[in-house]
């Protein structure tokens, strides 16, 4: 597909262009810039942005799709409650169908709010895989590795290398540990051993609570970060979920092994697991990054949020205004979550990587009068501002229309009976 947007504001996560354009082709940016003598060529579509801002697609960085089954289901509960008694038993009676049209459901909410990808832990992965793929959606996918898993873990992690790898280029693997409080030391070490001999990263939920560092030291006389990077399980980087809870020692620890982390403000305010130090985390140098976490216990699949929290709960908590740029947090919903999951070719939108990007609409009460308008999505913006999301050069969603070869209705038809089965209604 060949695709001009032109009498654009473009925003390339990296520098601004006011007034611009850019030309897609073959799913890769052909073209950005300032308005170009156009060369008459045979696009399949022209669009005149009207003055209206694209930026880099948001990338969800951590993500449970399927868990949209439990949305508004498991809500005002103590994390153990919530984990044991709600999550855990419903999970498991998930069939790989299930998993499928409800992650095909997360897409759609995941399209709206202007992401191209999202990183899911979970389990059926194969089912998740189709979906993303059926959708023309992007996602960096991983096993939630347990102690369960350690009877015949290397084989059941090459078969996800093996059946993932060939999905095709919207679908990267990676290695996840469910947490260290999940896992006996052999399961770590063996999953540390694989993540060696592959030469691949690990992602992991890390400290998101305070009992789940208390017990690590208990248990092992180290915090999770030190522990876990002693066993070997980051020496080819990685990724640590929430990392509410980190000591000095932590953060050193990660950092030297080029772990980024990935906050999920919206989720740990939820599970009052607590206030990630991001300020800290930043001026550490580690790579941070936003995720919304699961429908179950966010319950909204939005980066908006995400962003305003992520800044605002810093400037709160610190009595700083200062703490944490706007414009700095719009790029943890967009650059660096695409650092944190290697994928470089959609970091941001210049000539010859991946056509990923969103538009946002600038004129609507929120957005006007037009001031500085990267930090006003932070700050005033919502996913009603999102015209259009594009995913590897097609346009997936456009003001309400999802092109995700499927029927939105059935989808939804579908989950509702999904649901009401599992909830035995």
């Known amino acids: 597909m060949m695709l001009r947007i032109y009498n654009a504001r473009i925003w390339t996560g ?19 810039g300032e308005v170009s ?22 990338k969800n960085a951590h993500a449970h799709s399927p868990m949209v089954f439990l949305r508004s289901q498991a809500d005002d509960m103590a994390l153990s409650d919530w984990l044991f008694e709600q999550v855990f038993p419903r999970e498991a009676k998930l069939t790989p169908d299930d998993c499928y049209w409800l992650t095909r459901l ?30 023309g959606f992007r996602n960096v996918i991983l096993e939630g590795v347990t102690a369960n898993n350690l009877q015949g873990l290397d084989k059941l992690l090459q078969k996800d290398i093996d059946t993932l790898g060939s999905k095709g280029e919207l679908i990267n693997y990676r290695l996840g540990l469910h947490a260290e409080y999940t896992n006996s030391e052999a399961c770590i070490k063996a999953l540390a051993e694989f993540a060696a001999a592959n030469k691949m990263p690990v992602y992991t939920h890390l400290s998101e609570t305070k009992g789940e560092v208390d017990g690590c030291v208990e248990r092992h006389g180290k915090t999770p970060g030190v522990y876990l990077a002693k066993q070997g399980l980051f020496d080819f980087g990685g990724i640590a979920y929430h990392f509410v809870h980190p000591t000095d020692g932590d953060i050193k620890a990660l950092k ?9 403000p919206a989720s740990n305010l939820k599970l009052a697991s607590g206030i990630a130090p991001l300020k800290k985390l930043k001026d550490s140098g580690l790579n941070v990054a936003l ?14 949020r995400e962003m305003f929290l992520a800044t605002g709960l810093q400037k709160a908590t610190l009595v700083d205004p200062t703490a944490v740029d706007g414009e700095e947090v719009l790029k943890m919903a967009t650059v660096y979550g ?18 990923d990007f969103a538009m946002i609409d600038l004129h609507q009460p929120n957005m006007q009068p037009i001031n500085n308008p990267l930090k006003n999505i932070v700050y005033a913006g919502s996913k009603t501002n999102v015209i259009m999301t594009v995913v590897n050069g097609v346009i997936r ?3 309400g229309e999802y092109f995700v070869g499927e ?19």
């Open 14 to 32: 990296e520098r601004y262009i006011d007034g611009g354009e850019m030309w897609t082709e073959d799913g890769k940016i052909r073209y950005v």
């Open 37 to 58: 003598p156009l060369i008459l060529l045979p696009w399949d579509r022209e669009i005149n942005a009207n003055g209206n801002l694209i930026i880099p697609a948001f």
């Open 106 to 135: 997360a897409i759609l909410e995941y399209l709206s709010s202007g992401m191209s990808v999202a990183s899911d832990m979970y389990f059926h992965l194969e089912s998740i895989a189709d979906a993303c793929v059926d959708s």
């Open 256 to 264: 030297e092994r080029g772990v980024s982390v990935v906050s999920c």
């Open 291 to 304: 995720g919304t976490d699961g429908a179950a216990s966010n319950n909204c699949l939005d980066m908006f």
């Open 338 to 355: 695409a650092k944190a999951m290697g994928l470089e070719s959609i970091d941001t939108i210049e000539i010859g990587k991946s056509a």
């Open 397 to 399: 969603y456009e003001k």
């Open 407 to 425: 029927d939105v209705d059935k989808i939804y038809s579908k989950c509702q009976a999904i649901t009401d089965r599992i909830l035995e209604r």
